[in-house]
């Protein structure tokens, strides 16, 4: 496993199927993690249930949804990072299959703001501690077949278009903003979410397994 112990690295959404492995493998790296998530029940068991492995866990519980979430997210951070080397988001939201006549302004708001816009939020909050001379990595999951537009994936698509054109944007000012930005194609994606819903897990070990190797090269 790779020594990862001068790495400062930030983790949202880290309570999901994925999150979980994922804080685990960079646990036994020895990296300074930052753990969030919208529920602290799970961002405290998800450190506790590290902590043998690793002693420079901090949890951060809030919901992206909140102002709350952006009045703490700054402080919260800088406070334990003078600079983030990696950026991981894993946050994301999906309401089921829907026609998207169907789907209610309150969902499609919700998708918008959780798969989208949050993160442009979170980049614009936390800018000042992300490249400069040490460049940021910052890593989103995507599904190409959702992000092009799919029947029933409704605003659940269209925010994966939005995040796909929100990387392009990045990567054109990477010399300005000093961040290295990168789509991991997650073919799971889509079922994943839906499995959520009915409080299983779609994703097979195997699976997960591969997405967690994507993620590490890219560190």
């Known amino acids: 496993m790779e020594d990862l112990s001068q ?12 999150g979980q492995y994922l804080t685990t493998t960079l646990a036994n790296t020895g990296a300074k993690l930052i753990i969030h998530g919208k529920s602290d029940k799970k961002v405290k068991e998800l450190s506790r ?9 901090i949890s951060f519980c809030s919901d992206v949804l909140s102002e709350k979430f952006y009045l703490e997210l700054y402080k919260t951070v ?4 003078n600079h983030i080397d990696v950026m991981i988001n894993l946050i994301g939201k999906f309401n089921g299959l829907k026609s998207i006549t169907d789907l209610s ?16 939020r979170i980049i614009k909050e936390l800018n000042s501690i992300m490249g400069g001379k040490r460049k940021t990595k910052v890593i989103f999951l995507t599904n190409k077949k959702i992000e ?42 889509n079922i994943g979410m839906t499995s959520l819903l009915r409080g ?20």
């Open 7 to 18: 790495k400062n690295i930030i983790i949202f959404g880290a309570t999901g199927f994925i």
């Open 49 to 57: 249930s590290n902590s043998s492995r690793n002693k420079n866990i």
């Open 78 to 81: 800088s406070s334990h990072f």
């Open 105 to 120: 302004h309150r969902d499609w708001n919700d998708h918008m703001e959780i798969n989208f816009s949050c993160y442009w």
């Open 148 to 189: 092009k537009g799919k029947a029933y994936h409704h605003s659940f698509g269209l925010s994966k278009s939005c995040l796909c054109s929100l990387v392009n944007t990045l990567n054109d000012e990477k010399k300005k903003l000093g961040m290295e930005t990168t789509l991991i194609e997650i073919e799971q994606l």
């Open 200 to 219: 299983q897990n779609a994703f097979k070990e195997k699976d997960i397994d591969t997405t967690i190797q994507k993620i590490m090269k890219k560190l």
